[in-house]
């Protein structure tokens, strides 16, 4: 069945494949969307939100994403029915690939925790006046029956509590601890918002050869015989969150390929929550990353992630075929990835080319004299030289590599 895409409302998801099976949360999510204009905001059919009410088809995750913007306008809404991942916890979401394989994964995203203090209890009393709600009443807006105990707040009440006071939760909660169900195993501390060369190192990273999955918490990238690289990034990620006790792996995948994995349920919820890394399959659903405002060594440490992963220092044949030249590209699905990439190079004055074939976004440089300059500028940031080394090796007489 087609459905009726809007193209004006800055859905992320828009293009994403996954199919939403039914669940009641998703349904009465939807049933406060349709009371506050979602059918004819984004122009879908009422006739397809009734099979889905009656189990007999699934939505597409967009239709999800805009019931929950919808219901983020209202403080009057429960937090779980506001944001896209808490409004799918528990709920089987469905995937087919080219080949026609299906995959079924049930999501997994319940609540994290931070430590109450007396600020933060004072901001609960605060919300609860606004709403004139008694206690076990306002309690239900982030989707609980009980009242959180006094030691720890979810991260579902403190995201209610911000949107009621209109404060920023990532500035409210700065330097708190994270937590899961227990207080050890992949706790995290909240970083500050400021643009960090470091951070943004990590996103590549995981924007490019890394995932999270859907149904555990596990934060995943891969590499093919490059375990120095997924050693270097582990380093980033304790040193950035102040991650303990992430009991991370570095298994071998079927297809040769080293694996990084680090299981933390708060680090999974950063992620997603604060820098709007979506779960499972995430190409064409990347929002472009906050890139201004750097330093020039900052730039040049990232365009060194972007080299790394999906970049490719390779070489050419000159056209009386005597020399063999460098060159550099940078392939992927994701528009906004590529535009991230296009736009770190511009910052550190080269003049990439940015093109796009079959839903293939290529960055390029083609001029030897710029690719030169380019691995100049950025070899002290890479973790593992063997692309250098390869390219230099390969090149007429190291071409000044």
Not at 99 to 124: A, E, H, M, Q, W
Not at 336 to 348: G, M, P, S
Request: aromatic share 10%.
């Amino acid at each position: 069945m087609e459905f009726n895409k809007s193209k004006n409302k800055n859905l992320n998801l828009l293009e994403n494949p996954y199919l939403v099976k039914y669940s009641k949360r998703v349904k009465q999510a939807i049933e406060y969307a349709i009371e506050r204009n979602l059918l004819e905001d984004y122009n879908i059919s009422p006739s397809i939100i009734t099979h889905y009410f009656n189990k007999k088809q699934t939505l597409p995750i967009w239709i999800i994403e805009a019931t929950c913007n919808i219901n983020l306008k209202d403080i009057k809404i429960p937090a779980q029915y506001q944001y896209l991942w808490f409004c799918l916890h528990n709920t089987i979401l469905i995937r087919k690939q080219s080949s026609g394989r299906l995959f079924k994964t049930k999501v997994n995203f319940s609540p994290c925790y931070i430590r109450s203090d007396k600020g933060i209890i004072k901001l609960l009393k605060q919300a609860q006046k606004i709403m004139n709600l008694p206690m076990y009443k306002f309690i239900r807006l982030y989707g609980i029956k009980k009242t959180d105990n006094k030691k720890t707040i979810s991260i579902l009440a403190l995201l209610k509590i911000c949107q009621i006071l209109k404060i920023k939760i990532w500035n409210l909660i700065k330097s708190y601890e994270l937590f899961g169900k227990t207080s050890r195993i992949g706790k995290i501390v909240i970083t500050d918002n400021d643009p960090n060369a470091d951070l943004l190192v990590l996103l590549v990273w995981l924007r490019t050869e890394g995932h999270i999955e859907l149904s555990s918490t596990h934060i995943e990238i891969n590499q093919k015989d490059n375990l120095n690289s997924l050693k270097e990034i582990e380093k980033l990620f304790i040193k950035l969150f102040r991650l303990k006790s992430s009991k991370s792996t570095f298994p071998v995948g079927k297809r040769g390929e080293d694996r990084l994995i680090i299981s933390s349920s708060p680090l999974k919820q950063l992620l997603c929550l604060k820098y709007d890394f979506p779960l499972g399959y995430k190409s064409c659903s990347l929002k472009p990353l906050n890139l201004e405002n750097l330093s020039e060594d900052d730039y040049k440490k990232i365009t060194a992630a972007f080299i790394q992963t999906e970049g490719c220092l390779s070489r050419h044949n000159t056209r009386n075929k005597k020399k063999l030249l460098p060159r550099f590209e940078f392939i992927v699905k994701d528009k906004n990835l590529a535009n991230d990439c296009y736009e770190v190079l511009k910052k550190l004055g080269f003049a990439p080319k940015l093109s796009n074939n079959q839903n293939l976004f290529k960055v390029a440089l083609y001029n030897s004299n710029e690719v030169i300059r380019l691995v100049h500028q950025t070899k002290k940031y890479v973790f593992d030289k063997k692309k250098i080394n390869y390219l230099r090796k390969i090149c007429t007489n190291g071409i000044g590599l």
